[in-house]
């Protein structure tokens, strides 16, 4: 050992020294009670301000001219068109990106294919776009001056302004939202239990229904109730290829903004604190999957790690 | 007497860590506690650190009573078995780090601070790595560093809590011999968590046997070696302590 | 023992390597799926642009309107998301960190912009911020003005981008290890400084993906901002509401230009974004 140091005396001009004062000794590494209550108070604050007032606001505007007024409102024939509609399109989407998502992990996690990250990355495009240029580019196909658009007047179809094109318009923009959930966790699961599945005698479709789903199911219900709240309540793109025609084409947030510029508050209010109710309910049914799709895979990397020697 | 513990107690809900556990340390001294796991050793340790707060009890470093003293105040350098290094900062940084908290009017200069830095790092044998990180080094390489950043602030008390238990075998014998050198040369008073009671015999002056949140037994390995009323402590110790006697003596004398 | 058939691969499809059954017919059909879903739909966009031309695009992409939109937008959109970095990461440390009553709910309420349509936060915040609303009416004697101003443009983003700051901090911080700040407390750091120069600089990954990703979402913008900004080219009118503006007028080619410009201005951010996360990764990995 080549230097020597003699702790006492100071080196280098630097004395040893305790602190002048002493801090109040706290727990060992937090912050004083004043300050941790200070911080709890500002974030709650900050939460009620953005997101706390607002959704008051909603139920407050519905109720404004008292309960009746309210039901009155959502009995309103155009309203309820445009409830049905919303179900509707959720439920042709929804089902739709449920079967792209399983077949994309599929193919990604269980085929092992190559350049995988491309077709994760095309999935995920949809996140990155704004809904007004996603109803755009489905504007620029079968509008009348789209690639299609003389080729479906001659053949007298119409897609543009009508609920097909709703239909398609959602579907692009909730595209990601299961395949996401889905693909990180098979990936986590591996392909070994299907392939002993295999060397068993099962079919494909045994192997899937049999192995993988049970596996899966939470992160798959997780997918589906982010993908549903998204489909329900999508705005931007559906606005431009809906041409807004009330009682055909208008879905309960269309249907919303038609309210508002009408001044009519209570129904457009009325008609929020539906989706605003599913919101809640979304946020419930996100917060209890969390746990079980958080727990499982948790729990396959804990298996994992275990395994290795 | 540098650290004094006086019937401390401590539990974690119904788990009694410690049992009114008295026990001191002389300047200069190295002890070891040794035990198996769940014995109480490590709460120990982070008691005497500030980093666990006592049921009951007082604990006296260099005389004065801690309890009003936080972690950063009682002087004493801790080192953490998964080496806690600050991974976002270099080598240098790290040790360097006590330095440059401290407050305006106790801080010293940058150039002293570099000096004092590379004084430490040439201690622990690691003077041309300081602009690394510590994702770049191998496991015992950054347990010196931590070593290093730990003395930096001038400790009274050494705290190590099993410094070595993360690293291969050939690194740790390595690191426990090099680590008695660093004691002789610094001479700072030291408490050695360890798990591994041929480590505990080969480089403390005294052993502290831990057992069910007591101390069991206390004193130097050759003590130790020539047995134990205790029939838990004649198992746990009888290869270890007879061997690393010898060895002891064969090195350091 | 059976001879198992040879097998053959279609050509057509990419090489599939996999005992598993079913992949080349997954594969088949997710490809299908995107390309008419996603990748058609998209290159429209650039078709599009061609056919107008150079000058065309550029005439159409840089009109004072279009400049004035563009700025608004990204200046918004930044102020949104340092806003949510700020105050999300205090949001994230209090809900790892902290214990209190009425936690779990706060936790949930972090995901309503998620959860909640665009159009419905769009009625409701600019009725909260209008003159005669709860929050307008208290700003007004103060002569603030929210609704149909910037700020209320800035307001709606900063609620649609909140909770991608909080979710990508708050798993970094629950693993962080307790020891590093155990270490800088037995080296003297008080506790800011140890928030400072410990725990902050591992956060930051995490930070710079969280306000990227809100200012992504921020910049696209529409249901829950048409409401609130009033609309008034030069003014208050972003990127997407002058979109949808041209779309009404059936003005296409300008649309298209538009949504050109302000897709490569995302790009180039989030690349940028990326490089930066990359980077204070690899120091705190």
Redesign the interface.
Do not use: K, N, T, W
């Given at each position: 050992m080549s230097t020597t140091i003699a702790p006492p005396a100071p080196r280098h001009g630097i004395p040893p020294g305790p602190r002048t004062k002493p801090r109040a000794a706290a727990a060992a590494t937090g912050e004083s009670a004043g300050a941790r209550w200070v911080l709890i108070a500002v974030a709650l604050a900050y939460l009620f301000l953005f997101l706390g007032l607002p959704l008051f606001v909603v139920f407050q505007e519905a109720f404004k001219k008292g309960v009746t007024a309210y039901f009155t409102a959502l009995k309103e024939p155009d309203l309820l068109y445009a409830l049905k509609l919303t179900l509707i399109v959720a439920g042709i989407a929804v089902p739709l990106n449920v079967l792209f998502g399983l077949s994309a992990a599929w193919a990604i996690t269980k085929g092992k294919v190559r350049g995988h990250a491309l077709l994760v990355a095309l999935a995920d495009l949809p996140l990155a776009v704004s809904p007004v240029i996603a109803g755009l580019t489905f504007m620029l196909l079968f509008g009348m001056q789209g690639w299609f658009g003389p080729w479906l007047k001659a053949h007298d179809i119409q897609i543009a302004f009508t609920v097909t094109a709703v239909v398609l318009a959602t579907i692009f923009v909730t595209l990601p939202f299961v395949a996401r959930e889905l693909i990180p966790l098979m990936e986590e699961q591996g392909v070994t239990e299907e392939e002993a599945a295999v060397t068993l005698g099962a079919s494909g479709w045994q192997i899937f229904r049999r192995v993988t789903l049970p596996n899966i199911r939470w992160g798959l219900l997780y997918g589906v109730v982010l993908c549903n709240a998204r489909a329900m309540g999508e705005f931007g793109a559906v606005s431009v290829v809906s041409g807004r025609i009330r009682g055909q084409t208008t879905t309960l947030p269309l249907h919303i903004e038609i309210l508002y510029n009408e001044y009519d508050f209570t129904a457009a209010f009325a008609a929020s604190s539906l989706l605003a109710m599913l919101a809640v309910v979304t946020l419930a049914a996100k917060h209890l999957l969390e746990r079980s799709h958080h727990a499982a895979r948790a729990r396959i990397i804990q298996e994992q790690q275990e395994r290795q020697p | 007497m540098s650290v004094e513990l006086d019937r401390v107690s401590k539990q974690f809900g119904e788990f009694t860590a410690l049992d009114q556990v008295s026990f001191a340390v002389g300047e200069g001294e190295l002890v070891a506690l040794v035990g198996p796991s769940g014995s109480g050793k490590s709460t120990l340790l982070r008691v005497v650190?500030?980093?666990?707060?006592q049921d009951a009890g007082t604990v006296r470093i260099h005389g004065e009573d801690a309890?009003?003293?936080?972690?950063?105040?009682r002087?004493?350098?801790?080192v953490?078995q998964?080496y806690?290094?600050?991974?976002?900062?270099t080598v240098f940084e790290n040790v360097a780090?006590?330095?440059r908290?401290?407050?305006r009017?106790?801080r010293?200069?940058g150039s002293?601070?570099k000096?004092?830095v590379k004084?430490?790092l040439?201690?622990v044998?690691l003077d041309t790595l300081g602009a690394r990180?510590p994702?770049e080094l191998s496991g015992g390489q950054q347990q010196r560093v931590?070593l290093a950043?730990?003395l930096?602030?001038?400790p009274r008390v050494l705290l190590l809590d099993e410094p070595f238990g993360a690293l291969d075998a050939r690194v740790r014998k390595q690191l426990r011999q090099w680590l008695r050198?660093?004691h002789d040369?610094?001479?700072?008073t030291t408490i050695l968590v360890t798990h591994d009671s041929e480590e505990a015999c080969e480089v403390a002056d005294r052993v502290a046997v831990m057992h069910d949140a007591r101390i069991a037994q206390i004193g130097t390995a050759a003590e130790l070696a020539r047995g134990s009323a205790n029939p838990f402590l004649e198992s746990f110790l009888a290869e270890n302590t007879r061997k690393s006697a010898a060895v002891k003596k064969i090195n350091y004398h | 023992m059976s001879v198992l058939p040879a097998r053959r691969v279609a050509p057509a499809l990419p090489r599939v390597r996999s005992v598993l059954p079913g992949v080349r017919l997954t594969l088949g059909f997710t490809l299908a799926y995107l390309l008419v879903l996603v990748v058609i739909p998209l290159s429209t966009l650039f078709v599009r642009s061609a056919r107008l031309g150079w000058t065309g695009f550029l005439e159409a992409a840089t009109s004072d309107r279009a400049i004035a939109a563009y700025r608004l937008s990204v200046g918004a959109s930044v102020t949104a998301a340092l806003v949510n970095g700020v105050f999300g990461l205090l949001v994230a440390w209090v809900l790892t960190r902290y214990r209190f009553p009425g936690k779990s709910i706060a936790d949930a309420l972090v995901d309503l912009p998620f959860a909640l349509p665009t159009a419905v936060a769009g009625v409701a915040l600019t009725t909260l911020y209008a003159q005669n609303g709860l929050i307008g009416a208290l700003l007004a004697p103060h002569g603030i003005k929210v609704a149909f101003t910037p700020l209320g443009i800035t307001v709606a983003l900063t609620f649609i981008g909140l909770p991608f700051v909080v979710r990508s901090v708050q798993p970094v911080l629950e693993t962080l290890p307790k020891e590093i700040e155990e270490a800088a407390a037995t080296l003297g750091a008080d506790r800011w400084q140890t928030f400072r120069r410990v725990i902050l600089p591992a956060l930051t990954p995490a930070l710079v993906a969280g306000v990227s990703l809100s200012f992504a979402r921020a910049i696209g913008e529409y249901g829950s901002v048409v409401f609130i900004s009033g609309n008034m080219p030069g003014f208050t009118e972003i990127a997407p509401l002058l979109i949808m503006s041209k779309l009404e007028q059936y003005d296409y080619g300008g649309a298209t230009a538009i949504a050109v410009v302000m897709l490569l201005l995302s790009a180039v951010i989030l690349i940028g974004a990326g490089l930066l996360q990359r980077r204070a990764a690899k120091r705190a990995a």
């Open positions: - | 650190a500030g980093l666990e707060r309890a009003p003293l936080g972690p950063g105040d002087r004493i350098g801790f953490f998964h806690a290094l600050f991974r976002h900062m780090f006590g330095l908290v401290r407050p009017r106790e010293p200069s002293d601070i000096a004092a004084d430490l040439a201690l044998e990180y994702s931590a950043r730990a930096a602030v001038q050198r660093l040369e610094v001479q700072v | -």
